[in-house]
């Protein structure tokens, strides 16, 4: 510790950052870099993977019903209500000149003018051919595609003779999210609402191998660290609160024995965002793509009783952005499907962010939107977009987005589903168990089914608005002295948190929620230091370079023999305790 007083923060960085890979896996996207850099590759979390499936399935996920009920229909009319009444805006079925509230009209188009092009807002199709097809052979085959379904592998892949183009095998990351729904293609996302992904359409083993590769693409594509070298790195694992024990085995097993990383070490992303903020308490509001959670930290120590899941986030915003217009009769006479059709909920991805704000009066703006229909060039439309300030409303009236179209995977996958923060992993090998569960290279062998099952209660995944839930998590601690701190120590993270408006929303509703009987009148969100999607990422970099030769690191030798191994009796969950030099350190 005496040496990390005395050390220049950027020669540590570079003693240690050199060999050290930090990994966050999110629900859409995941996050990797070498902990010396300044920002992660981000990569969309999905692999489409070719297939001779007839029919064939574009998507493999557990979504189980897309439709929603009358009832979620009529609360979520009720929402946008009471949101147009706190906006000052019309509500859903007033006409703009019957209104009751004078108009306050606000262009918000985020493009400038002169690059407000089709060519700059055009998603174009993948090309799902290998390397030196040529175009017309391409369109060729796609048309001969769309013309027989009944196609099987063994036609579409003649060998290198053929005159035929040649499909790539697997697609990763954005390019996956763009292929052509013609195309024999399956799109598989590992993880879903803070889960892995499993159902009864895609199996344990599937949703592992897919991460697996996905990774692997990332570090021997983006990171140039092929897997001969990955003994020489090690890596930290930044993982989402929502994830359960038997999850965070999986992807330890993956980043040890098939990604052949030297050691590795878990944090949580909470904890990790408080450090990647140079903070040492904070109540952590992490607003993803599906998921959002709320925790408290206490001088760089997870309270697990104040942690809250809630299952909604960007994705919601951006679909409801599309049932808002279309309610306004604003959105073009088009095809959009943001469940099954990948692209589209990338185009309205795009608007969310460019668009969606938070202030009162009407906003509105014009953009333009695009159609994606199978054997056609993309369709342009110019609109006018309404009621911009509603869809990101619905963190604090989450009845406005229908956040269970998709439900979460079975519980029964997860039977030791104790909570990372509450449970010790000092788990021996059992003497009945044989070496060969414990498998060296690639294969997946059923080694976990062989530990004891721990029955404990499933994470609370309430229902509520963001404020509720912050007001909740914090006043869940008990103390006034620290309450007051938290309250004042709010901290938003993840993609969402760059919403225009919606710090001082949050500030706003959260002072509102706060019980009048309780002795606090002030609250405050801290602004990010770095981009706040990052922010874990940048702090599970901090976390390793500081905790680099602690006892919570696991070989990989030891994790393949021995399972979780812990010199000295040591708990696994005492790597979230960082001696207050360290914590010191960062602050300074």
Request: net charge negative.
């Amino acid at each position: 510790m005496d040496y990390l007083k005395t050390v220049v923060p950027s020669q540590l960085i570079a003693e240690r950052g050199s060999n050290l890979v930090v990994i966050n896996p999110g629900s859409a996207n995941v996050r990797i870099g070498l902990a010396q850099q300044d920002c992660p590759i981000s990569v969309p979390h999905c692999i489409a993977r070719r297939t001779s499936q007839v029919p064939k399935k574009n998507v493999q996920d557990q979504l189980l019903n897309s439709q929603i009920t009358t009832v979620q229909h009529m609360e979520r009319e009720r929402a946008y209500d009471i949101i147009a009444s706190l906006l000052k805006i019309r509500f859903l079925d007033e006409e703009v000149m019957n209104g009751q509230y004078p108009q306050k009209m606000g262009r918000v188009d985020a493009l400038p003018q002169q690059s407000n092009s089709k060519k700059d807002t055009v998603i174009p199709w993948t090309d799902v051919f290998e390397k030196g097809t040529s175009s017309s052979s391409v369109e060729g085959s796609s048309q001969r595609l769309g013309e027989s379904s009944t196609q099987n592998e063994d036609n579409v892949d003649d060998g290198p003779s053929s005159t035929e183009p040649k499909y790539r095998e697997y697609i990763i990351g954005e390019e996956a999210l763009r292929i052509p729904p013609n195309e024999p293609y399956c799109l598989r996302r590992p993880i879903r609402r803070g889960h892995f992904n499993i159902s009864m359409y895609y199996p344990a083993q599937q949703v592992i191998e897919d991460m697996h590769c996905i990774w692997d693409w990332v570090l021997t594509e983006k990171l140039h660290i092929p897997p001969s070298e990955r003994h020489m790195y090690s890596a930290v694992i930044v993982v989402p609160e929502s994830f359960d024990n038997r999850e965070m085995k999986e992807v330890i097993s993956v980043v040890l024995r098939d990604l052949h990383f030297n050691t590795a070490v878990v944090h949580q992303e909470g904890l990790a965002a408080v450090f990647g903020n140079g903070l040492s308490t904070a109540c952590v509001v992490n607003i993803g793509a599906q998921v959002t959670s709320v925790i408290c930290i206490e001088d760089g120590v997870a309270l697990p009783t104040t942690q809250i899941i809630l299952r909604y986030g960007g994705e919601d915003i951006s679909r409801c952005l599309l049932w808002t217009q279309r309610h306004h009769q604003t959105w073009p006479a088009i095809r959009t499907d943001p469940l099954t059709r990948p692209i589209d909920l990338l185009m309205l991805n795009q608007l969310r962010v460019s668009h969606c704000q938070i202030r009162e009066g009407e906003v509105e703006a014009f953009a333009v939107v695009h159609s994606y229909e199978h054997g056609a060039p993309p369709g342009f439309h110019k609109t006018r977009l309404t009621a911009l300030n509603v869809p990101p409303m619905g963190l604090f009236y989450p009845m406005l987005l229908v956040p269970d179209v998709y439900p979460p995977p079975p519980r029964t996958w997860f039977s030791d589903n104790e909570d990372m923060l509450e449970e010790t992993w000092d788990f021996s090998r059992r003497s009945d168990m044989s070496d060969g569960y414990f498998s060296g290279g690639g294969g997946y062998f059923p080694m976990w089914d062989n530990y004891p099952i721990f029955h404990s209660k499933p994470k609370k995944q309430d229902c509520i608005g963001l404020a509720d839930a912050i007001t909740k998590s914090i006043l869940s601690t008990g103390r006034i002295d620290l309450q007051r701190k938290l309250f004042c120590s709010m901290q938003l993270i993840g993609g969402v948190a760059m919403t225009e408006g919606l710090i001082s929303a949050v500030e706003e509703r959260v002072l509102h929620a706060i019980p009048s009987h309780e002795a606090i009148d002030t609250v405050e969100v801290l602004q990010s230091r770095t981009n706040p999607a990052f922010v874990p990422w940048k702090g599970g970099a901090i976390l390793g370079i500081l905790d680099y030769v602690r006892d919570a690191w696991i070989h990989r030798e030891d994790w393949i023999r021995n399972g979780v191994h812990i010199p000295s009796a040591r708990k696994y969950k005492d790597s979230y305790f960082l001696q207050a030099q360290s914590m010191s350190y960062i602050n300074n």
